[in-house]
């Protein structure tokens, strides 16, 4: 089965495919072998966008990317990054409320779990990180914050995320975290890219 590959601007091509599974391996394959002329990569939750130097490159490699086939997604290629946790949320006492839990039991099962970051998006360096347990899914907020600190940890669906910077945000926040998930005199600014292994370590102190 051919992939969807649409133009996008005269530099880049979109690739949609089923789920953000399948986009992360994609966007792994793509990164390995890149076609020629490839400048930029973005993976997104069903979608890989592909940036060309120039409106020729992006024209000849676009029968040749209908033609790729998905691969199976390895979780444990991934890099590992531990993210130091203090699990003092705003929003953690009513999260085990809703659950039926502990605030103990939420905070387990958070930091018990690895994650993969399946794809950046919403701000620069917003992690969206798969593997949060089944039993932990909510919604997000009915009534968004106007101001989420940069640091916090939170969590919305089946996602788990660290906010990079302030913003407002409707994800419901576990804790916090003093690493910086965004730097510009970093190269590559985010500090968790696609295809990462993510643990939280909870910090006592």
Same mark, same amino acid.
Do not use: K, N
């Given at each position: 089965m051919s992939l969807r590959v649409l133009a996008y601007g005269e530099r880049a091509l979109?690739?949609?495919?089923?789920d953000h599974h399948e986009a992360l391996?994609?966007?792994?394959?793509?990164?390995?072998?890149?076609? %020629?002329?490839v400048v930029d990569l %973005?993976?997104?939750?069903?979608?890989?966008? %592909? %940036?060309?130097?120039?409106?020729e490159s992006a024209q000849a490699a676009s029968s040749t990317l209908r033609t790729r086939s998905v691969p199976r997604v390895d979780r444990a290629v991934g890099d590992l990054v531990e993210v130091p946790a203090h699990y003092d949320g705003a929003d953690l006492g009513e999260v085990a409320e809703s659950l039926g839990m502990s605030v103990e039991e939420v905070v387990r099962r958070h930091e018990i779990a690895e994650y993969l970051v399946a794809f950046v998006g919403f701000a620069p360096g917003f992690a969206y990180l798969t593997g949060l347990d089944p039993a932990l899914h909510m919604p997000r907020r009915s009534v968004p914050r106007t101001r989420v600190p940069a640091g916090s940890i939170a969590m919305a669906g089946e996602y788990t995320a660290v906010y990079p910077r302030e913003s407002p945000g409707g994800w419901r926040l576990l804790g916090h975290t003093t690493l910086d998930m965004?730097?510009?005199d970093r190269e590559p600014p985010a500090l968790l890219q696609p295809g990462m292994r993510v643990r939280f370590r909870r910090v006592t102190r």
């Amino acid at each position: 089965m051919s992939l969807r590959v649409l133009a996008y601007g005269e530099r880049a091509l979109l690739i949609e495919v089923a789920d953000h599974h399948e986009a992360l391996a994609l966007y792994d394959d793509i990164r390995r072998e890149p076609p %020629v002329g490839v400048v930029d990569l %973005v993976s997104a939750a069903a979608s890989v966008l %592909v %940036v060309f130097a120039d409106e020729e490159s992006a024209q000849a490699a676009s029968s040749t990317l209908r033609t790729r086939s998905v691969p199976r997604v390895d979780r444990a290629v991934g890099d590992l990054v531990e993210v130091p946790a203090h699990y003092d949320g705003a929003d953690l006492g009513e999260v085990a409320e809703s659950l039926g839990m502990s605030v103990e039991e939420v905070v387990r099962r958070h930091e018990i779990a690895e994650y993969l970051v399946a794809f950046v998006g919403f701000a620069p360096g917003f992690a969206y990180l798969t593997g949060l347990d089944p039993a932990l899914h909510m919604p997000r907020r009915s009534v968004p914050r106007t101001r989420v600190p940069a640091g916090s940890i939170a969590m919305a669906g089946e996602y788990t995320a660290v906010y990079p910077r302030e913003s407002p945000g409707g994800w419901r926040l576990l804790g916090h975290t003093t690493l910086d998930m965004w730097d510009l005199d970093r190269e590559p600014p985010a500090l968790l890219q696609p295809g990462m292994r993510v643990r939280f370590r909870r910090v006592t102190r």
